[in-house]
């Protein structure tokens, strides 16, 4: 399903599905979702970037506890036509703290409306909710 749509639009729905931190497009120009995106696309206009023929890899944190712990991150493959967008795939990675791949998720044939919410994004790589077996009611009876 494809459906492109301008910057605004596809930015706003990404925002709106929780993809709000800051963002690389094409291993640069750091900075929000749309920031980021508007940046590189100047960079582009301006000629000091070439534009992709297929596809702008956009890459960023989901779940960032600091350096000590496991992370989160995504890599989303956009299309760009003429001004406007659409998410072809997203890649949702979990590291631990050394960057050693601990899961790895792929979805493809998305699109900007079909895409899950990052929260939603983080849990096909996240481990189980971890139970811890509560010690039952020790009941002692007296005769």
Excluded at 40 to 50: I, L, P, Q, V, W
Excluded at 85 to 100: A, H, M, P, S, W
Excluded at 111 to 139: C, E, H, L, Y
Aim: hydrophobic share 30%; aromatic share 8%.
């Amino acid at each position: 399903m494809e459906t492109l749509t301008d910057l605004n639009t596809f930015t706003k729905i990404l925002t709106d599905k929780g993809y709000d931190g800051y963002f690389l497009t094409q291993s640069g120009y750091p900075g929000k979702l749309k920031e980021s995106i508007g940046r590189y696309m100047e960079a582009c206009r301006k000629g000091t970037e070439d534009l992709p023929q297929d596809e702008i890899a956009i890459t960023g944190y989901l779940k960032w506890e600091g350096s000590d712990r496991p992370s989160v991150e995504c890599t989303m493959w956009v299309k760009h036509e003429k001004g406007t967008f659409d998410l072809q795939k997203i890649e949702v990675t979990k590291n631990d703290r050394y960057g050693q791949l601990l899961k790895h998720s792929k979805l493809t044939g998305l699109s900007v409306a079909t895409v899950p919410k990052a929260n939603m994004a983080i849990a096909m790589v996240s481990d189980g909710i971890k139970q811890r077996a509560m010690p039952g009611n020790k009941r002692h009876f007296k005769l």
